[in-house]
């Protein structure tokens, strides 16, 4: 890994330097081992050269952009480039400090001798169990077992991803405060304090910058204090040029553009045109279901396996659009590719 160029890493080039002269290990510390498999991914040179500096001094990233651009992708796959561990913990509203952080539960260990052998089923196992117990006079014993984050955290060259961080409660982004500052985390619960490994990163990934969701595509965005934003260095991430976003469907299904079409343009191209146009038609709030590379990926693979192009984008993205909205969508789809979709 420490020979690999930033060309050789991430097959990127610059427009001023040779990107396949300088070492990885230049730019960024490389780790001793990820969790990640390496798949063929399309990375930018502007925003990729911007992520590897704050890796490597380990300042917190908050990466923002449109639903299903590839933001946490992205990170997973310069992990495995770098060679070095990925955690992602997922916030929704229902997030709690204990799934968080930790909390304490029984530690079962101690009762083993106790509990049901395999005759010793159901109610009356269990009522056998504890009288067991209860005639040895023993209690339960109870141990804190830890969250998510400090088990990602003391990962030695983690990228800690902390995905749809916009969906975090507030009052856990406030607790989280002190942690994106000085790397150490504390537990509500213990008062226990737990430090960052050496050289752990973390990334927050969100459909918005942290302030307020002004084009009301986010449902549930919670709008960070400036306490929170402040400590983050921000990468904005959008989805890939047309072009590269062929590359995309080309690299990961074989033979896709063997897909027959109306026209002659091939299937890889007509593809792309109909997802930004589905994308044009969110933007406008004309339609609710963003158009993601998922639903690129998706609708090449259907319409590959099923020999239907129609049914392939049916299956990928049409029939979870609102009756309403397949009114533009169907629009749209009969200009690009010549064909009608059927009701």
Same mark, same amino acid.
């Given at each position: 890994?420490?020979?690999?160029?930033?060309?050789?890493?991430?097959?990127?080039?610059?427009?001023?330097?040779?990107?396949?002269?300088?070492?990885?290990?230049?730019?960024?510390? @490389?780790?001793?081992?990820?969790? %990640?498999?390496?798949?063929?991914?399309?990375?930018?040179?502007?925003?990729?050269?911007?992520?590897?500096?704050?890796?490597?001094?380990? $300042?917190?990233?908050?990466?923002?952009?449109?639903?299903?651009?590839?933001?946490?992708?992205?990170?997973?796959?310069?992990?495995?480039?770098?060679?070095?561990?990925?955690?992602?913990?997922?916030?929704?509203?229902?997030?709690?400090?204990?799934?968080?952080?930790?909390?304490?539960?029984?530690?079962?260990?101690?009762?083993?001798?106790?509990?049901?052998?395999?005759?010793?089923?159901?109610?009356?196992?269990?009522?056998?169990?504890?009288?067991?117990?209860?005639?040895?006079?023993?209690?339960?014993?109870?141990?804190?077992?830890?969250? %998510?984050?400090?088990?990602?955290?003391?990962?030695?060259?983690?990228?800690?991803?902390?995905?749809?961080?916009?969906?975090?409660?507030?009052?856990?982004?406030?607790?989280?405060?002190?942690?994106?500052?000085?790397? /150490?985390?504390?537990?509500?619960?213990?008062?226990?304090?737990?430090?960052?490994?050496?050289?752990?990163?973390?990334?927050?990934?969100?459909?918005?910058?942290?302030?307020?969701?002004?084009?009301?595509?986010?449902?549930?965005?919670?709008?960070?204090?400036?306490?929170?934003?402040?400590?983050?260095?921000?990468?904005?991430?959008?989805?890939?040029?047309?072009?590269?976003?062929?590359?995309?469907?080309?690299?990961?299904?074989?033979?896709?553009?063997?897909?027959? @079409?109306?026209?002659?343009?091939?299937?890889?191209?007509?593809?792309?045109?109909?997802?930004?146009?589905?994308?044009?038609?969110?933007? %406008?709030?004309?339609?609710?279901?963003?158009?993601?590379?998922?639903?690129?990926?998706?609708?090449?693979?259907?319409?590959?396996?099923?020999?239907?192009?129609?049914?392939?984008?049916?299956?990928?993205?049409?029939?979870?659009?609102?009756?309403?909205? $397949?009114?533009?969508?169907? %629009?749209?789809?009969?200009?690009?590719?010549?064909? /009608?979709?059927?009701?």
């Amino acid at each position: 890994m420490s020979q690999a160029s930033i060309f050789d890493a991430f097959g990127v080039t610059s427009p001023t330097t040779d990107t396949k002269q300088i070492p990885l290990e230049a730019v960024c510390k @490389t780790g001793k081992g990820t969790n %990640q498999d390496k798949i063929k991914f399309r990375f930018e040179y502007k925003p990729l050269r911007r992520i590897l500096r704050n890796i490597n001094q380990n $300042q917190p990233i908050w990466a923002w952009g449109p639903s299903g651009c590839g933001k946490t992708e992205l990170f997973s796959q310069i992990g495995a480039r770098l060679n070095r561990p990925v955690h992602i913990i997922s916030f929704g509203e229902e997030t709690s400090v204990r799934e968080l952080f930790g909390t304490v539960a029984i530690d079962h260990t101690s009762a083993e001798a106790d509990m049901p052998q395999k005759e010793d089923k159901g109610i009356a196992g269990i009522a056998k169990a504890l009288w067991a117990l209860a005639k040895r006079g023993l209690g339960l014993k109870t141990e804190f077992r830890y969250g %998510q984050l400090p088990k990602a955290i003391q990962d030695e060259g983690a990228i800690v991803v902390l995905d749809e961080f916009n969906m975090c409660p507030a009052g856990i982004a406030a607790q989280l405060n002190f942690f994106f500052e000085k790397g /150490k985390l504390t537990i509500p619960e213990t008062g226990e304090e737990v430090t960052a490994a050496k050289d752990v990163t973390i990334v927050v990934t969100s459909n918005t910058s942290g302030g307020m969701d002004e084009t009301g595509l986010y449902a549930g965005s919670q709008s960070m204090n400036g306490a929170t934003r402040t400590r983050f260095a921000y990468i904005q991430l959008d989805y890939l040029p047309a072009d590269e976003e062929r590359l995309i469907l080309t690299d990961r299904i074989e033979k896709v553009d063997a897909i027959k @079409t109306p026209g002659e343009k091939p299937f890889s191209s007509l593809a792309v045109e109909v997802g930004r146009g589905c994308r044009s038609l969110v933007n %406008q709030g004309k339609v609710s279901l963003p158009f993601t590379v998922r639903n690129l990926l998706a609708f090449g693979k259907a319409t590959k396996e099923l020999r239907d192009v129609a049914d392939g984008f049916r299956d990928a993205y049409f029939d979870g659009l609102a009756p309403s909205e $397949q009114v533009a969508v169907s %629009q749209l789809f009969h200009k690009t590719f010549g064909i /009608k979709l059927e009701d």
